[in-house]
């Protein structure tokens, strides 16, 4: 009789904290949505408000500066006493010398050693090298940009002895650098996502482990490789410590990679640190030199966005 009691105690007891339990996960599968969406909501409006807030300051300094001027003019001197100049021309001309040079330098580098790791690594090399390439992902830019103005930068001046100081070479070399380890990475994992069957297949006909990993892997991973393409040419549009120490601060619309250039990046840095007053067309130009840069980096992310959907490749 007693055990049959305390069967039965136990038995409501249990009904009881199951209940609860019922209860608790109710409000949390109720509460967890509304969350998760407010989540999301403030990542959207915090996108929303940066980007309104580009443009409202920009249209600003377009009520003092012709657009036509800003976007063809091939003069950058808003620090000129008689006539400031605002022609975005010289400042996309250093961003673009220093991502082609950054370009050059990262993606056969990049994509050769994806090529190592996906196909000729060992699982054991592969696991000790690709942990050490990323590690160049997380050193510091500014420890980047020293790197290029004390090292680097010299070690150009015994090659090419026309080399200045501050040039478009040197930090083009170094972003280069610094986003090699993204197209590795990323390539890597569009390569090793390619099938076995399909390497096998290729070896099977007589084709050599190079021919397999060039005509086979490579091709049949080719959208994962080129969005990594891309989104690393975004990361050294924006780039702005290396250029900022080892590019130097004179615009100019021109080739040359032996002198000194500025970026969007290294201009806004400069005037953010103090060389214009609030409300100046000085303060407000660099508003639309941000506005100019994110729609260089939003087309970037749309391509390879595009790339990668559009050229998708599902094994």
Do not use: C
Request: overall charge positive.
């Amino acid at each position: 009789m007693v055990s049959q009691k305390e069967n039965k105690t136990s038995s409501v007891q249990q009904l009881i904290a199951n209940s609860r339990n019922h209860k608790t996960k109710k409000i949390v599968e109720k509460a967890m949505p509304a969350l998760l969406f407010s989540a999301a909501l403030i990542s959207i409006l915090t996108t929303f408000g940066i980007v309104f807030t580009l443009i409202f300051e920009t249209f600003e300094f377009f009520k003092r500066v012709s657009i036509t001027d800003f976007l063809f003019g091939t003069q950058w001197l808003p620090f000129s006493g008689k006539e400031p100049l605002f022609g975005i021309l010289p400042l996309i001309a250093g961003t673009l010398k220093v991502t082609l040079i950054a370009v050059v330098v990262a993606v056969p580098f990049g994509i050769a050693s994806a090529i190592y790791l996906s196909e000729y690594a060992s699982e054991k090399t592969r696991r000790t090298v690709k942990p050490i390439l990323e590690v160049l992902a997380g050193v510091p830019t500014i420890v980047y940009g020293f790197f290029a103005l004390t090292f680097v930068t010299p070690v150009l001046q015994g090659i090419i002895p026309e080399l200045k100081l501050f040039n478009a070479l040197s930090p083009g070399i170094v972003v280069g650098i610094m986003i090699l380890p993204m197209i590795t990475s990323l390539s890597e994992d569009a390569m090793s996502s390619v099938p076995n069957s399909m390497r096998e297949g290729a070896l099977a006909l007589g084709a050599t482990k190079f021919e397999v990993a060039v005509k086979v892997v490579l091709p049949a991973a080719l959208s994962g490789i080129v969005a990594s393409v891309v989104l690393a040419i975004s990361r050294a549009i924006g780039e702005t410590m290396i250029v900022s120490l080892a590019g130097g601060s004179t615009p100019k619309f021109d080739l040359n990679v032996t002198d000194s250039i500025q970026t969007m990046t290294a201009y806004i840095v400069q005037v953010s640190t103090g060389d214009a007053g609030y409300g100046t067309t000085i303060y407000y130009s660099i508003y639309s030199v941000g506005f100019t840069l994110f729609i260089f980096t939003l087309v970037m992310n749309l391509i390879a966005h595009y790339i990668s959907k559009r050229f998708r490749e599902v094994y």
